[in-house]
Each structure stands twice: as C-alpha cells, then as structure tokens.
C-alpha cells in the first residue's frame, strides 16, 4: 500500500485524526501541543493519531496529501480541517466545536 493509499485509509475510517510531531502524551512540537490540547478542551479523547516522525513516508505523504507544507494536520469526517493555526482559529470562533459535533 502507498503512502498516500494509507492515509486515504486512516482519514476515512476515524472521525478525527491528527498528524502530529511524537503522540498526545509527548508531543514533539508546540504546535502537535496545541492542537492535542484544543482537541482535548472540545472534548475529543478518542482521536486518531499518527506520530509522522516515525514514518519518514507518511510525513512526506501528509503534505502531498492535503497539498499543505506543515504538521500538525487536522482532518474530521475525512475532510482536511487546517493546521495549528487554524485549528486555533476555528476553536476560538466556535466553528471547531460545531465540527466536531456534526
């Protein structure tokens, strides 16, 4: 199976799913941080994550993906959500939680 094939496979079989830099215990960027913690707040304890430092293909892989050039990576019902930044701003707005919810 490709790169892309599993990530086409991961972000359709979880309802959240987050690429990040280490796991939700140790994350290994502020950003990966972030995002788990907002996650969190919104009341997600049961995402998926996938710790890209550990498959040099699958980090490549993500950002061909989503044609987006940073992780952490964000995707919800199989649709790509945003990065750190975003994800911020939508958890700010309230839009995240409506996300989430649907």
Request: aromatic share 8%; proline share 5%; hydrophobic share 35%.
């Amino acid at each position: 199976m490709s790169a892309q094939e599993t990530i086409k496979n991961q972000v359709t079989s979880h309802k959240v799913v987050l690429y990040m830099k280490g796991s939700p215990d140790f994350p290994q960027c502020g950003f990966s941080a972030n995002a788990v913690k907002i996650l969190q707040a919104c009341g997600v304890h049961d995402m998926f994550t996938v710790n890209v430092l550990e498959d040099p293909e699958i980090r490549q892989g993500i950002k061909q993906y989503a044609n987006w050039p940073t992780i952490p990576q964000l995707y919800v019902n199989g649709e790509f959500v945003g990065g750190s930044d975003i994800v911020t701003e939508l958890y700010q707005s309230g839009e995240l939680q409506k996300m989430l919810q649907s």
